[in-house]
């Protein structure tokens, strides 16, 4: 039984998390009309650069035994895809759609875990991920105009990157991987996926712009740490849920300093998702109990 004491701080840390993945969004936009792989590059290089830190600090064993090599690889695949995706969302669209498409990963989560953990999905959470998905279609509007409907798809597949990533991150728990490792892994793979364009396409930037850039991978690394320490302090059945706190806070932050203001199919669309979430984190608690 967790205590109440481990749960209070579990969630404090997890909207801490929420707070510093939407000002990490923000510092993106503010970051002005610069190339979305060359704000992840900067984004990415930061983490890296903390994660190194620690693994250095960290005296665990890396534990990278030959079955994991393959699920290490797609972890960081899938959360290169995962970043890519929403940072081109974030430019494009409001901040709250972006951080809603992309906390579509936890739906996403369980259908690449039937297919790489072999865990069953059982009809409650079938209807569960299908209403998700038809909330996720509320805020992408798909439509012929293929410009229009891109950046939000492009979010969607974000997430759906992100749901697979985190899928391979819980395969790769049971090998007792070093998760400084796999951060550090996943951070070098996405900057050397960026590295031919920023050679090639590389755009100037203000001092203004760059210090946007430091900052939000100040606060993505802010974020990572506060996720590390809830989820040490509480399990994710008590405090899964309070996650979707992120798109309140990107919500405010791209009103008050944007002016952006989701339409009201986009509403629709968050409420179904977070009320899906919300059933989600019941029903699984409950099973667990």
Not at 19 to 39: C, N, R
Not at 153 to 177: D, E, I, N, P, W
Not at 178 to 203: D, E
Not at 240 to 253: N, P, T
Request: proline share 4%.
């Amino acid at each position: 039984m967790v205590q109440q004491g481990s749960r209070l701080k579990g969630i404090v840390f997890i909207l801490g998390a929420a707070f510093f993945f939407a000002t990490m969004s923000t510092f993106v936009h503010l970051a002005g009309d610069l190339p979305f792989l060359q704000k992840s590059f900067f984004r990415n290089l930061i983490a890296l650069l903390i994660a190194l830190v620690a693994l250095c600090r960290d005296r665990r064993p890396l534990n990278v035994v030959k079955g994991s090599i393959i699920f290490l690889c797609i972890r960081c695949m899938a959360g290169t895809i995962g970043i890519y995706g929403n940072f081109y969302a974030i430019d494009r669209i409001p901040l709250s759609d972006a951080a809603m498409l992309n906390k579509m990963s936890p739906f996403f989560a369980v259908i690449f875990s039937y297919f790489l953990l072999k865990e069953k999905i059982k009809p409650v959470q079938a209807c569960f991920l299908i209403a998700a998905f038809f909330g996720a279609m509320l805020v992408v509007k798909p439509s012929m105009n293929v410009s229009a409907s891109l950046p939000a798809v492009a979010g969607f597949l974000g997430g759906m990157g992100a749901g697979c990533a985190y899928a391979c991150v819980r395969k790769l728990s049971t090998f007792k991987m070093n998760g400084n490792f796999i951060v550090a892994c996943f951070s070098g793979f996405s900057c050397l996926t960026a590295v031919p364009w920023m050679l090639l396409r590389y755009t100037p930037m203000t001092a203004g712009q760059l210090l946007c850039l430091l900052m939000a991978g100040v606060c993505g690394a802010g974020g990572q740490f506060c996720v590390t320490a809830a989820y040490f302090a509480a399990p994710a059945k008590e405090i899964s849920v309070f996650d979707y706190s992120q798109v309140i806070f990107a919500a405010l932050e791209g009103f008050f300093v944007f002016g952006q203001l989701p339409d009201h199919l986009s509403f629709i669309g968050c409420a179904v998702i977070i009320s899906m979430g919300i059933a989600m984190f019941l029903y699984k608690r409950a099973q667990e109990r």
